[in-house]
């Protein structure tokens, strides 16, 4: 009888234990079953946003440098299809790549080190060719793709179309190069004012002082032209300094020089690697121009018309030699040639050391 009770209990225990496990089933099978709808209903929600949204969203297959994923909005930025992508390569598409700094890089570049893992965040904007033939801008911002084992296998990113901002960009940066421009051009003569002449002294005074190579400076000052004021007025004064500033400029021809109103009625010009003869007979050429130009200046001591002193000098710069050195021998030049009657060039050299 006793036999037959434990063997009851032990029945009932293995029942109740047999009805804990099929519960436990059970409870496991409906949370299963809640995660896979979950995950479905997580995906059919990526793929809505994935397909209706104007970017691109993708997966990068480092292996084969393939797409295991690509938006089909692909189409509309592009009109190639994530196939046609596949096929044809990305890479191909792109004419000009930039990074956030608008620095030029190389698609070959970008695939070793996103290979490399060295990519890490990244952003680049791409010009490409549509299939239609146009250019657009797109913007890359993709991150790492790793494993359950933390290995590198990709990356994952969204492509968008940048191309309003970049116009936007090229704008301002036009705009910022002309206010650039404005700030070193005097506004009466149109040539360099006296700020754009230091700074691009001193940048030509260390490039040919690091390469040993001659650098020159004509002053040129407009004879009597205070005498020229009180006779036709500050309006004909202006025009009288335009038609100078415009003389100079068409007698110094090279990009590589540069003409400057120094101050007042006096001009710059300065000619980098040029020696003394190149020197001097521009600054000739300079003052025979202004001289043709035929300006009536019935009060000026060197002749009827108006007229133009200039100093020249030529050096080649030394370590503890500086620019002012080359201003210097310029201006006296300038000034020995207006002592001697204007309407004449002199050269002043640097003294040699004894």
């Known amino acids: 009888m006793r036999d037959e009770k434990k063997s009851k209990e032990h029945l009932i225990r293995e029942l109740n234990e047999l009805r804990a496990r099929v519960a436990e089933l059970e409870a ?27 970017d691109v969203l993708y997966q990068l297959k480092y292996r084969h440098m393939k797409y295991d ?33 608008e620095n030029s890089l190389s698609m070959d570049v970008i695939a070793r080190e996103r290979e490399a893992g060295k990519t890490g965040e990244y952003h680049a904007d791409y010009l490409v060719r549509t299939k239609e033939g146009k250019l657009k801008w797109l913007g890359d911002h993709s991150f790492p793709w790793k494993d ?36 070193t051009l005097d506004g009466l003569t149109q040539v360099a004012n006296r700020r754009k002449f ?12 690091r ?20 006779t036709f007025g500050h309006p004909a004064g202006d025009g009288c300094l335009l038609a100078v500033a415009q003389t100079i400029s068409r007698c110094v021809k090279r990009p590589m020089d540069l003409v400057a109103r120094y101050g007042g009625e006096e001009f710059a010009v300065v000619l980098p690697n040029t020696d003394a003869h190149g020197a001097l007979f521009i600054a000739e050429n300079i003052r025979r121009e202004i001289h043709n130009l035929k300006i ?15 100093g ?21 030049g300038l000034y020995e040639a207006k002592r001697k009657g204007r309407n004449q060039v002199v050269m002043r050299h640097q003294a040699l050391p004894q």
């Open 148 to 183: 359950a084992s933390g290995n590198l296998i990709g990356s994952v990113g969204i492509l968008s179309d940048i191309t309003e901002r970049k116009g936007v960009e090229a704008t301002l940066r036009e705009m910022n190069q002309e206010l650039q421009r404005l700030a």
């Open 69 to 101: 994923y690509m938006s089909p909005s692909i189409r509309k930025l592009t009109g190639y299809t994530p196939e046609e992508i596949n096929e044809l390569g990305f890479a191909n598409l792109i004419e000009t790549i930039e990074d956030v700094g």
């Open 198 to 209: 230091d700074e691009f002294l001193g940048l030509e005074w260390r490039r040919t002082r």
């Open 211 to 230: 390469e040993r190579l001659p650098l020159s400076l004509i002053l040129c000052d407009v004879d009597h032209f205070k005498l020229y004021n009180d």
């Open 312 to 332: 020249v000098s030529t050096i080649v710069p030394q370590d503890g030699c500086p620019p002012k050195t080359l201003i210097s021998l310029a201006d006296e």
């Open 28 to 54: 496991g099978r409906d949370g299963h079953r809640r995660v896979e709808e979950a995950l479905m209903q997580s995906e059919e929600r990526f793929r809505f946003m994935a397909e209706t949204t104007g």
């Open 296 to 310: 009536p200046h019935p009060q000026s001591s060197a002749g009827s018309y108006l007229t133009t002193s200039c």
